[in-house]
C-alpha cells in the first residue's frame, strides 16, 4: 500500500471520530474517579453505544507488517480497570450472557461480568490509541487494521452484551430514583 493511500486512511474522518471517542473512554476507565454507580452506569451508556458506531464506521485497510501492532496495555492495568469496575458495579457486576460461545453447550445460564467485558474492550481500544500518540502511519494502518478485526471478532459483542445490564440498571434507577439499595432483590438477573 503506498504511502499516500496510508495517510488517507490513518487519518479519515471516521478513524479520527474513533480516537476521539477511544481515548474518552479510557481515560474515564483509567481516571479510577470515586463516583456512584449510577454515575458510573449512565456515563457508560452515553460513551459505549458512541464507541460502537464509530467502530463500524472505520475504513478497511490491510496490515503492512507481518507483526502484529505493539501492545501497551499491561497485566496490572488490565486487572486495575477490572478492580475498579468491579468494586463500582458491586453485586450488579455479574449477568447472565446468552450470547457466550459456551451457552451453545449449556443446560443452564452462563454468567459474565460487566468489569471484566468492559476490560476486554478497554485493553483493545488502549492499545490501538497508544499506537496512534506516536504518529508513525505506517504502525497507526496496522494498529487500525487489528482493532477493526478484533472489534468485529471479539469486542463489538462483548459491548453489546454489556449494554443490556447497564441498561437494566439505568432504567431501575429511574423508577427509584435514588433509593436503589439492593437491586438483585428486584429479580434483575433472574
Known amino acids: 500500500?503506498?504511502?499516500?493511500?496510508?495517510?488517507?486512511?490513518?487519518?479519515?474522518?471516521?478513524?479520527?471520530?474513533?480516537?476521539?471517542?477511544?481515548?474518552?473512554?479510557?481515560?474515564?476507565?483509567?481516571k479510577n474517579e470515586a463516583?456512584?454507580?449510577?454515575?458510573w452506569v449512565d456515563r457508560l451508556l452515553k460513551m459505549l453505544p458512541l464507541l460502537y458506531?464509530?467502530?463500524?464506521?472505520?475504513p478497511e485497510t490491510v496490515p503492512g507488517e507481518e507483526e502484529d501492532p505493539a501492545t501497551f496495555v499491561q497485566e496490572e492495568d488490565y486487572s486495575r480497570v477490572v478492580k475498579v469496575l468491579?468494586?463500582?458495579?458491586?453485586?450488579?457486576d455479574v449477568y447472565l450472557d446468552v450470547f457466550m460461545e459456551d451457552m451453545k453447550y449449556s443446560d443452564r445460564p452462563v454468567s459474565t461480568f460487566i468489569s471484566e467485558n468492559i476490560a476486554d474492550i478497554y485493553q483493545d481500544i488502549r492499545n490501538f490509541v497508544s499506537v496512534y500518540q506516536f504518529?508513525?502511519?505506517?504502525q497507526m494502518n496496522d494498529a487500525l487494521y487489528q482493532c477493526r478485526e478484533n472489534f468485529r471478532l471479539y469486542w463489538g459483542q462483548k459491548l453489546v452484551n454489556v449494554l443490556r445490564p447497564l441498561h437494566t440498571l439505568k432504567c431501575l434507577y429511574l423508577e427509584n430514583g435514588d433509593d436503589v439499595a439492593d437491586l438483585s432483590e428486584e429479580g434483575l438477573w433472574d
Do not use: H, Q
Open 86 to 92: 468491579s468494586e463500582v458495579m458491586g453485586e450488579e
Open 35 to 39: 463516583l456512584p454507580r449510577e454515575e
Open 135 to 138: 504518529g508513525l502511519t505506517a
Open 1 to 30: 500500500m503506498e504511502r499516500a493511500d496510508i495517510d488517507k486512511i490513518v487519518y479519515d474522518k471516521n478513524v479520527i471520530d474513533f480516537v476521539t471517542i477511544a481515548v474518552e473512554v479510557c481515560l474515564f476507565l483509567e
Open 53 to 58: 458506531v464509530k467502530a463500524l464506521l472505520l
